[in-house]
C-alpha cells in the first residue's frame, strides 16, 4: 500500500513543484522554455529542483511496489525504477549541466520503454484492469513517440515534456490507486 500511495503522490508533488516554481517566475514560457529551466535560476531552484528528486523517489518507491505486484513480469518496473533513478539525477544536476539533458533524455527514454513493456505485456491480460492499463500504456508511447511533432510549432520542448509525464503520472496515479484500494 506504501508503494501505491508513493504512486498517487508522483503527479501531485510533481506539479505542485512546478506550478510554485512557475509563480515564482515571470519570464517562463510553455512555447519557449524547457521545464528544466525552472531549475537553473536564482530563488526557483531549490522548489523545483527538490521536487523533481522528491518525485523520483516517490516514482522508485512505487516501482519496488510494482515488482512485488506484479510479481513475473519484471522487466516493466525495471525500466520505471531506471527512469525513477534518471529524473533523481536531473533534479540534483540541473541546467546548464550538460550531464542534465543526458539524464534527461535517459528519463524520458526509460518511461518510454516502461510503457512500450507494460503496453505489449497488458494489453491482452485476462484480467480487465491490466487490459485497460496496457491500453493506456500503449496510448502513452503513441504520445512519446509523436510528441517530437510539437518541435515544429514551438521553440522551446516544455509542452512536449508535459505532454510525455502527465499521461504518464497519470498512469501510475491510477496504478497507485488499484495497488492501495484493491486486492490482487
Not at 41 to 61: K, W
Not at 76 to 81: E, N
Request: with cysteine.
Amino acid at each position: 500500500k506504501f508503494s501505491g500511495v508513493c504512486g498517487i503522490l508522483v503527479l501531485i508533488v510533481f506539479l505542485t513543484s512546478l506550478f510554485l516554481s512557475i509563480q515564482q517566475v515571470s519570464w517562463f514560457s510553455w512555447t519557449e522554455n524547457a521545464i528544466s529551466d525552472l531549475g537553473k535560476q536564482d530563488a526557483v531552484p531549490y522548489i523545483f529542483n527538490n521536487g523533481l528528486i522528491i518525485t523520483g523517489i516517490l516514482l522508485l518507491f512505487f516501482s519496488i511496489g510494482l515488482f512485488k505486484e506484479l510479481k513475473d513480469r519484471y522487466f516493466s518496473p525495471l525500466f520505471f525504477s531506471l527512469s525513477s533513478i534518471f529524473l533523481i539525477g536531473v533534479g540534483l544536476i540541473p541546467l546548464p549541466s550538460i550531464e542534465h539533458v543526458y539524464l534527461s533524455g535517459m528519463f524520458f527514454g526509460a518511461l518510454g520503454y516502461a510503457f512500450f513493456v507494460f503496453g505489449f505485456s497488458f494489453y491482452k491480460d485476462s484480467k480487465p484492469f491490466f487490459r485497460k492499463m496496457g491500453i493506456f500504456a500503449i496510448f502513452n508511447l503513441i504520445l512519446i513517440l509523436l510528441s517530437p511533432i510539437f518541435l515544429l510549432f514551438f521553440e522551446g520542448i516544455a509542452i512536449p515534456e508535459m505532454i510525455l509525464i502527465i499521461p504518464g503520472f497519470l498512469w501510475c496515479v491510477l496504478f497507485g490507486l488499484k495497488m492501495v484500494f484493491i486486492q490482487s
